[in-house]
């Protein structure tokens, strides 16, 4: 009985490799389970059916290991054993499906290079395609304030830029009161108007010992075209200290 390379001789209980001619005598277990497998080729043989055989599990696997050491790496896998199952001598070697990552020394072919470049090429033009650029927004109109303790600060108003005109005088009004604190404590303040001019955000900066320190208010008016706030309001929202 042939299988892979080696013919398997029944009657000397032997195991002949014919492309190097070595010979391989089994032992009593090597021959018993092998005839099992020879006569269900390509069936499971199962634990069941190799118990007359009075071998354990972990001599099963000795013996199945010796056997396919036998056959040969090209060969090996024409046996198939499952544990706690049963084994299974097939017709004609499994091919197993190569995959990238099998081996990390393996080469891989020049149809998968091919794949993996253009695959490569496909995901940067996408994502290049879908990459959105930063810009410096630059302010509607900035101003510096010298406060009463002699202190600048950088004043940076946002809005609409097809109102211009109105957004001019209420950062003219935002700088007034500003000018008025008794105590500035801020390096930087931003306001931003919203496009329906009917929200007011403010967002203050200034260093301290422990690094940046934040704050910010929202405003909500019926309409800040005619853009009036109490001075009071800049205290209620620590603008001014």
């Known amino acids: 009985m042939q299988i892979g390379r080696c013919w398997f ?31 269900h080729r ?17 001599e099963l696997t000795h013996v199945v290991e ?26 004609k070697v499994i091919s197993h499906p190569f995959r990238l990552l099998d081996s990390p020394k393996r080469a891989i072919s020049y149809g998968n290079y091919i794949l993996i470049l253009i695959l490569t090429v496909l995901a940067m033009t996408f994502v290049y395609s879908n990459l959105s650029y930063p810009t410096n927004t630059k302010p509607n109109f900035a101003r510096q304030i010298l406060s009463t303790q002699g202190n600048i600060t950088h004043l940076l108003v946002y809005g609409n830029k ?27 303040i931003t306001v931003a108007f919203s496009e329906d001019n009917l929200n007011l955000s403010v967002v203050m900066k200034r260093k301290n010992s422990d690094g940046w320190e934040f704050n910010n208010a929202k405003l909500i008016l019926p309409n800040l075209d005619h853009y009036h706030v109490h001075s009071d309001w800049y205290k209620e929202v620590s603008i001014c200290a």
């Open 42 to 58: 390509g069936r499971v043989v199962s634990l069941e059916q190799l118990s007359p055989i009075k071998i354990t599990n972990e």
């Open 162 to 188: 097809q109102n211009n005109d109105s957004l001019r005088r209420k950062t003219e009004a935002i700088s007034r009161h500003l000018r008025r604190c008794n105590i500035l404590p801020w390096q930087s």
């Open 9 to 39: 001789d029944q009657q000397k209980k032997q195991l002949i490799d014919q492309s190097t001619e070595q010979i391989w005598s089994l032992n009593e277990h090597e021959f018993a389970v092998l005839a099992q497998l020879v006569f």
């Open 66 to 91: 010796s056997i396919c050491r036998y056959l040969g790496e090209q060969h090996k896998s024409l046996i198939e054993y499952v544990p706690e199952q049963g084994i299974i001598l097939h017709k």
